[in-house]
């Protein structure tokens, strides 16, 4: 069990799991990005060549796209991913590599593409509210005009509140966006700073209600288990939100300490406090939650909450599972169909590649894991707070008392017609609970081979 995180290990200690009882570990095998998994290998062809066959033999599926922007105004303590420093003059140049690999690809796949409806449209970062109002509004132009966008098409478009004007932010809703998520973290302006983010609580206000009268569908995220955060500001995080802003949405992600982001630097140091424990980190969600019902928000995913349905969250429950998600953009990840896709990391490896009329990413073919098919059933069942009903698991003995155990811990609770409801508790464990059955899922099927 060499291979077992510490987190799991203590996870299934904690609820009285044996991890020998539950499953055996599969070595060597890689992992996705955007849901899936198994053994893989580049693929020879163009994509010109393989893209239109799967994306013709898919076209039932919806389909998603995903654009990278990977700058940023400068590294925030917390984050690991930080990769261009925002320049002047980056947008204009970036946004033009964008709409060529916008086209390039459109030609690619060919007419196929017009067999499948866009989901959903995702400007993640990076920061893509760094770029100019005219570039990204010129993406957004060129985007409805080759692909097949509707009314319905959820277009989100990333960012942070230092910077994202309010022209910015017309010029986009009038170009088509008509989702923005705002990572903000915490709304406490000394916690704030101490991140490296520079707005203040009535610069937050302003700026969240500029996207409210534009009529976006306005979503914030917040971290909780901070250095030197504490249960109360959680919960202030809340109130202010929910009562001082017309957010429609909101995310609640627990701090994750990466090796070597600055953050970890200087815990390491001893100039920073050491970030919140797991059971201070339990008492936050815990309370936040609490703060959030009472607040008339409804509990959508394990980590996400909204006011109202207006705020559907596609593209962020589909990026969870196996989807297709189209990638354009240096450093973009998605898939279609079996084939993984990895856009090359350098801009210049990348803008060298387009103005080559390459594709720019690496593609590799994904052989399905041993009961990936159960594995893509609980990662949808619990993006809707739920484990799949018991008549759907491949060995009901097995699952059984595993079952009986999490729901003496408190983290499913009594069935009902659609499955295993996932408490507030577990919630809060639900990335443990879906790595553990996963690798129960692996196990099983392994064995039944």
């Given at each position: ?11 299934c200690a904690q609820v009285g799991v044996r991890l020998s009882d539950i499953f055996t570990p599969i070595r060597g095998r890689p992992g996705m990005g955007h849901g899936g998994g198994g053994r893989g290998e580049g693929v020879a062809e163009s ?107 959820e277009i989100t478009v990333e960012g942070r509140i230092w910077g994202f004007s309010k022209e910015k932010a017309a010029a986009w809703r009038a170009a088509g966006a008509n989702r923005i998520s705002i990572g903000l973290q915490s709304t406490n ?261």
């Open positions: 069990m060499d291979n077992v995180s510490p987190q799991t290990a203590d996870y994509f010109a060549d393989w893209a239109p066959g799967i994306n013709s033999q898919r076209h039932d599926a919806p389909l998603n796209l995903y654009l990278h922007t990977p700058f940023c105004h400068h590294r925030c303590s917390f984050c690991p991913f930080f990769q261009n420093t925002t320049k002047p003059g980056f947008s204009e140049r970036y946004a033009e590599f964008l709409c060529r690999d916008l086209e390039q690809k459109a030609r690619w796949v060919g007419p196929s593409l017009t067999t499948r409806r866009i989901s959903s449209v995702f400007f993640g970062g990076g920061t893509p509210s760094d770029l100019e109002a005219g570039d990204l509004a010129r993406v957004l132009e060129t985007l409805k005009r080759l692909y097949p966008i509707d009314t319905e098409t302006s000394r916690l704030r700073r101490s991140m490296g983010r520079l707005a203040d609580r009535g610069k937050i206000r302003r700026t969240l209600q500029h996207f409210v009268d534009l009529d976006f569908v306005t979503i914030v995220d917040l971290i909780y288990g901070l250095p030197n955060q504490d249960v109360a500001s959680v919960v202030e995080d809340v109130r202010f939100l929910a009562e001082e802003t017309g957010i429609d949405g909101l995310d609640l992600y627990a701090l994750k300490q990466f090796p070597n982001s600055p953050l970890a630097k200087a815990v390491e140091r001893g100039s920073i406090k050491s970030p919140a424990d797991i059971q201070l980190r339990a008492e936050m969600f815990t309370a936040a939650a609490e703060a959030l019902a009472q607040h008339g928000f409804e509990h959508f995913t394990p980590q996400h909450w909204r006011r109202g349905q207006r705020e559907r969250s596609i593209y962020n429950q589909l990026a969870k599972t196996s989807a297709d998600i189209l990638p354009f953009g240096s450093s973009a990840g998605g898939r279609l169909g079996n084939v993984q896709i990895s856009g090359f990391r350098t801009l210049e490896d990348y803008e060298n590649a387009i103005e080559a009329g390459e594709l720019g990413a690496h593609c590799i073919t994904r052989e399905a894991a041993p009961g990936q098919g159960f594995t893509d059933a609980i990662v949808a069942h619990i993006q809707r707070r739920m484990l799949p009903p018991l008549s759907q698991w491949p060995n009901r003995a097995a699952a059984t008392p595993l079952l009986n155990n999490w729901r003496e811990a408190g983290l499913i609770g009594a069935p009902c017609p659609d499955g295993l409801p996932l408490t507030p508790a577990g919630c809060f464990w639900f990335p443990h609970l879906q790595s553990l059955l996963t690798m129960w899922s692996t196990r099983i099927a392994s064995q039944a081979a």
